[in-house]
Structures are given as structure tokens and as C-alpha cells.
Nanobody, 127 residues
Framework: QVQLVESGGGLVQAGGSLRLSCAASGLTFSLYGMGWFRQAPGKERESVAAISRSGDNTNYVDSVKGRFTISRDDAKNTVYLQMNSLKPEDTAVYYC????????????????????WGQGTQVTVSS
């Protein structure tokens, strides 16, 4: 049974930082492309960042480029999202997602491409 468990969310002031973690179990982590998504109240879920199976390719939504960094540690079955210079508009529930893939360097950016999802962690940025 595949499980993705996010942690690291919380309340932070604008300009602050948080690091989200997503611990995966029940899968061979190195065979999965990983992504972070977020959903704010009244808005659609959007892709924030994604990383390829190999870890050598990443992609970010324009609004977080230069502020967020996605990384993975296959030895720990964990994907991270380092979030710096946080803004109130970053407030949302953040979800990690996993997609099994034969393509080592492909980055999956669309929600429908992901097979497994975590339960989400709340990030609130105060102004």
C-alpha cells in the first residue's frame, strides 16, 4: 500500500521560510517522478514544483521560481520543498504526489499524470 505523508507546514510571517517533507512508503521510490501541488480556498489545485525520477530535471510554476527548491533523497524515500521568501499568496494546502515512470529524466507537471497523493499539509503565510 502506497503512502505519502507530508510534514513541515505551519504558520510563518511573510519573508520567512519553511521546508516541506514528503515521506513515501510502499513503493520503489527511485522509480517515481515526484511533484508538489497546492490548493488555496476557492482555487484550483496547481502544480508548484516537480522533479524527475533521476533528480536531474526540475520544473517550477513561475510564481515560485527563485524562491522554492524541490529535491529528493532516494535513500530516505523523501521529497522536499524548500520554500524561501514566502508571500501571503503562497498560503494553501500543499500536497505531494508520485507517478511511476520508465522515463528517468521526464518531469510530470499535470495533476492527472500522478497516481498517488498525500493528504496535504497547511501552509499559512501572514502579512
Amino acid at each position: 500500500q502506497v503512502q505519502l505523508v507530508e510534514s513541515g507546514g505551519g504558520l510563518v510571517q511573510a519573508g520567512g521560510s519553511l521546508r516541506l517533507s514528503c515521506a513515501a512508503s510502499g513503493l520503489t521510490f527511485s522509480l517515481y517522478g515526484m511533484g508538489w501541488f497546492r490548493q488555496a480556498p476557492g482555487k484550483e489545485r496547481e502544480s508548484v514544483a516537480a522533479i524527475s525520477r533521476s533528480g536531474d530535471n526540475t520544473n517550477y510554476v513561475d510564481s515560485v521560481k527563485g524562491r522554492f527548491t524541490i529535491s529528493r533523497d532516494d535513500a530516505k524515500n523523501t521529497v522536499y520543498l524548500q520554500m524561501n521568501s514566502l508571500k501571503p499568496e503562497d498560503t494553501a494546502v500543499y500536497y505531494c504526489a508520485a507517478n511511476p515512470t520508465a522515463y528517468r529524466s521526464y518531469v510530470y507537471q499535470q495533476a492527472h499524470e500522478y497516481m498517488y497523493w498525500g493528504q496535504g499539509t497547511q501552509v499559512t503565510v501572514s502579512s
